[in-house]
């Protein structure tokens, strides 16, 4: 086995660990009604940049990672038996590459394609308007269920994919309260994974569930303009590779601070920092910053 084929073997449990926890995606305002028959259509850029800590036993120092991504998203606000609901669908590109030293020798990896999309359905159970009004009570409640499907790119002879080869399944329940200019969202989260039966060389990867719980505050300061300071935390999701566990439960804890701004009265922007962190608690330890520009249309 060649050092670039060790390096990307060994970096692609990291690049795991991170992809799971990114799954999170801090989203504040997540359960804020709009009325029925809203559409909002948008593109985000981020781009994300840290370092990935490995294991001291393999011999890789300085390991880093660097993603560009633009993810076009569609929402679409509706009825059902007298229910809001609400559907969304994400679609991201990604620029992703990963480097470091192996024995003293330096090793890299990239990959540019389509990452995999993510489709969403959410109904609001408790206080939400059904038709003609954002308003809402005091409290909304409302479950959701997404799936992230394996339409990326994705090649079974490469450890590195910006695909998964595998269905992710998370059912999310949350609330938010709004007292006055202020809201405080709650959300909790499972994420269930498929097998993948080609990952590299005909191995077969599987992984436990992850939990995840995130909240956030938002205060409204005019109409468009918003701030939110966002906590995620997560855990679980170990591995077994051809049924041999990796031993890897996973624990994640990823922090935002976000504001949206009005551009004309159906368009905005919105701004992101993104902290994160994820340990395997029995070896390494690694940090992401991440930062988020995202325009959208309202019809």
Do not use: C
């Amino acid at each position: 086995m060649t050092k670039s084929i060790q390096f990307i073997y060994l970096i692609t449990f990291v690049s795991l660990m991170h992809s799971t926890l990114f799954a999170q995606d801090l989203e504040p305002r997540r359960w804020t009604p709009l009325p029925s028959g809203t559409t909002i259509m948008g593109l985000t850029y981020a781009h994300t940049s840290g370092d990935l800590g490995i294991d001291p036993v393999l011999e890789i120092e300085d390991a880093k990672a660097n993603r560009d991504m633009l993810v076009m998203s569609y929402t679409h606000f509706f009825t059902l038996a007298d229910k809001l609901m609400r559907f969304d669908a994400l679609l991201p590109w990604a620029n992703t590459k990963w480097d470091g030293v192996l024995r003293g020798e330096q090793a890299d990896a990239q990959r540019i394609d389509i990452s995999d999309p993510r489709f969403r359905l959410s109904i609001n159970l408790l206080g939400a308007p059904t038709s003609g009004s954002s308003k809402a009570g005091n409290t909304v409640v409302g479950t959701s269920i997404a799936v992230t499907v394996p339409w990326g790119e994705y090649y079974d002879d490469k450890l590195l994919n910006l695909g998964s080869n595998r269905y992710t399944i998370r059912p999310q329940i949350g609330v938010v309260h709004t007292r006055g200019p202020w809201s405080y969202e709650l959300t909790g989260s499972v994420f269930f994974f498929t097998d993948n039966d080609r990952f590299f060389n005909g191995k077969k990867l599987e992984q436990d569930p992850f939990y995840a719980l995130q909240g956030h505050i938002i205060r409204v300061f005019d109409p468009g303009v918003w701030g939110s300071l966002s906590a995620g935390y997560g855990e679980g999701g170990t591995r077994k590779i051809n049924d041999i566990s990796k031993k890897d439960r996973l624990d994640g804890f990823i922090t935002a601070l976000s504001f949206g701004v009005p551009l004309t009265p159906v368009q905005g922007l919105k701004f992101s920092y993104i902290w994160s962190k994820m340990d395997d608690p029995e070896r390494t330890r690694s940090e992401l910053n991440s930062f988020t520009v995202g325009w959208s249309i309202r019809f």
